[in-house]
């Protein structure tokens, strides 16, 4: 997956990294000097943590503790101090070791050097303990109650700043947009500092985000019933510096990622993202574990798509980990582009992803997305997720705009496609490997926002995990 977040250090000082044998051996050429001795762990300020390139794990380094047998090793996940959550706890016969890395998480690292009895050392009477986190550091701090839109006029982004810009909005905070915020070219990230404690955000009449760069909410309760525009709006004039970053068709690009991730959106009346005029090619859209309640009925809602780019596209969608809904039949569509990517090239690869969601009441009697269909170039992937009123009753190919082709490639297994009240399994046709349907009723209640899944789905893992008993 597309990372973009560098590994954030909560510590000051110079690091440095000293060459270690993946694995103790015992062999004297560590240690013939250190005899007879009580050992010290490793210094704190000499620990080093490196990021995979992919994000995904970690590997956490130390100096060797000559004459040492090894290291005993506990790193716990402390967002939540009070209840610290162990992620790895063992004797490492070396001076490294790799683990999994979650991004937007405080970790605690200990580690003690032990015995080594062929020496006769002992092992150290303290560990050394480590503490670091994997969040983007902090640009600026929004006090609670403040206005977006008047704490942004009066604190105006510099325009020799920084290229990533991260402000933290307070854990459980209060705040509104009462406008539209034009963040330009300039990457911003808006986030509550809690991972588990969200700030709240009541958008106003005509309130949006504007930006014609990469663009991340996240941690957020928005209430966006008061408003008609997208919550994140591509701008109408972007600037010709991101023009024919590729090509010559004259597209506008985003490179770096649109995130909305761990969000709780109500009362979406228009789209999550869109754009209206300008041609754009937004790179990479990931929406992660978040739910977002559709709903057209209210006075501000119009017919927009959940994302809607009017003249441009996204290369690479995902949503993972989330719950798409409406409480009636909503006829607006999922995704709709009106770009068509093979204006831009016809090489590149483009992907629509849907994995691990819950998806109601979206686009119900029309093909689920609409946009230019039938490419080599697109790749589908529909895994481990429940639909339920969505689409036609062939929900598969609507990801295609309906067309049943085997030019696209497609990665499809482990799903429920329920239709009024009924299996429409046999109805997803078209496609070569159309993979594993569950067949008996999910159990979903969009009506009253009610999710957790029927007890053959969550053995399956399948819908939005935070629904499981």
Not at 294 to 305: E, F, G, L, Q
Not at 330 to 340: A, E, K, M, N, T
Request: charged share 20%; with cysteine.
């Amino acid at each position: 997956m597309y990372r973009h977040y560098k590994l954030f250090f909560a510590f000051m000082g110079c690091f440095l990294v000293l060459s270690c044998a993946d694995h103790y051996d015992g062999d004297e050429s560590w240690s013939p000097q250190v005899k007879n001795t009580t050992l010290t762990s490793p210094e704190a300020d000499k620990i080093t943590i490196t990021s995979s390139p992919d994000g995904s794990t970690m590997t956490i380094a130390w100096p060797v503790v000559y004459g040492a047998g090894g290291y005993a090793v506990e790193l716990y996940n402390v967002n939540d101090p009070e209840s610290p959550v162990l992620v790895k706890s063992d004797s490492i016969d070396g001076c490294s070791f790799n683990v999994s890395r979650e991004e937007d998480t405080n970790y605690s690292l200990t580690i003690r050097t032990l015995a080594n009895q062929k020496y006769n050392n002992g092992e150290a009477k303290e560990g050394t303990q480590f503490l670091f986190n994997t969040f983007l550091p902090t640009y600026a701090e929004i006090p609670d109650g403040s206005d977006l839109k008047a704490w942004f006029e009066a604190n105006p982004i510099p325009e020799d700043s920084a290229s990533h810009l991260c402000y933290d909005l307070a854990p459980g905070g209060n705040y509104t947009l009462s406008g539209k915020i034009d963040f330009y070219g300039h990457q911003v990230t808006l986030r509550s500092s809690s991972k588990s404690n969200y700030a709240n955000l009541v958008m106003e009449a005509g309130s949006y985000f504007n930006t014609y760069a990469g663009f991340t909410l996240k941690y957020l309760n928005i209430n966006a019933e008061a408003t008609n525009k997208p919550i994140i709006s591509f701008s109408d004039e972007p600037s010709e510096s991101i023009q024919n970053l590729i090509g010559e068709k004259g597209c506008y690009f985003i490179m770096d990622p649109v995130v909305v991730q761990g969000c709780n959106i109500t009362k979406l009346g228009s789209s999550i993202m869109g754009s209206n005029s300008a041609k754009y090619d937004v790179r990479v859209v990931s929406i992660n574990n978040t739910v977002v309640e559709v709903d057209k009925t209210i006075p501000t809602a119009n017919s927009a798509a959940f994302v809607y780019m009017k003249s441009g596209f996204i290369s690479d969608f995902t949503i993972k980990n989330s719950t798409v809904y409406s409480r009636e039949q909503s006829d607006c569509f999922f995704i709709q582009h009106g770009g068509r990517p093979k204006d831009v090239s016809d090489e590149e690869q483009r992907y629509v992803s849907i994995i691990n969601c819950t998806l109601a009441n979206i686009a119900y009697g029309k093909n689920f997305c609409d946009y230019h269909n039938g490419q080599t170039t697109y790749h589908y992937t529909l895994k481990n997720t429940i639909v339920q009123d969505c689409g036609k009753a062939n929900f598969l190919t609507g990801l295609n705009k309906g067309q049943s082709s085997d030019n696209p490639i497609w990665d499809v297994n482990n799903n429920t496609c329920w239709r009024d009240g009924a299996d429409a399994s046999a109805s997803q046709t078209g496609i070569k490997n159309p993979g594993l349907w569950l067949t008996n009723d999910p159990e979903i209640d969009p009506a009253n926002a009610k999710f957790t899944p029927a007890a053959a789905q969550q053995e399956a893992g399948q819908g939005d995990p935070r629904w499981y008993n």
